[in-house]
């Protein structure tokens, strides 16, 4: 469960319609439909029922609401608590993080720190090997380490630092392949893997190279962890830009550009994680927790 899936209903109640919901939060009436199809099979029951003007909630839905409006509440209150915490002004946070959408989230959270706590100190190293990310917060030259990875072999790797260190979840996700709609040849959001091949891509290299190309065999791949070069690359025919799916709910979900279906490519499960050292003080606890209530209010 999680708190945009429970904001999406909440809007869907408030609203009448998942249209004007989406409206609302700005995304498309597609994801709406989702995060609530989503919801209801993790509830395994109905929450809404769809009618020709609108939807309605069951009875269950009634009570998801309430449940979903209590933890949202709840949510801003420890934010705001988390914000105001006079610990965690003191104190210097040592971050390593991979060429991940973790870097779109991450400033967010420091710009609302450094507003309210002039005292907080980040600090912020860039690390695209996963076992070096480990190795530095093991090895105490980072507080924490946040990394989005191909979710077996996240395990796989953090099997041998999982003695000193402990991982949390912040997000699950999957790889969406983006391009401009000016560019599309008809309303069918679906591109053939000979297209995909010849075209000129853009990737956030949060994958290994070798596993990509196990499933793509392309030369002209090009490897950018840069928001506004995607954004560039989008604008040239023929540019196919392949990123996480928060990086895409961040800056590219809007009417200019739209999500593709490559035909027969594998997908990539990923985790947005976080890792620190098993004795870690409290507040870099809380500082994750901070992170993963951002990844969850868009």
Known sequence: MQFEQLRCLVEVADTGSITAAAKRMYISQQAVSVKIKQLEEELQCSLLVR???GVSLTQKGKETVAFAQKMLAE???FYNQIRNNAEVEKVTIRVCSTSSVTNIVLPNVIDRMESKQRKVSLKIILEDELDALFSHVDGKQCDIGLLTFNRDELAERFIQFSGNLEMETLAI?????????????????????????SSRQSLYNIIPAERHKDSAQSNSIVWSNDAEFHRAMLERKGTLVMMPGLAYQYFFSHKKYTSVTVEDMSEFPLIHAAVYRK???KYIQEFVNMIRLEMHMK
């Open 51 to 53: 009618e020709k003007d």
């Open 75 to 77: 949510r801003d209150t």
């Open 173 to 197: 996700d999957d790889m969406v392949y983006v391009v401009n709609k000016k560019f599309l040849v008809s309303d069918v959001a679906k591109i053939s893997k000979g297209v995909f091949y």
């Open 279 to 281: 004795d870690a003080p």
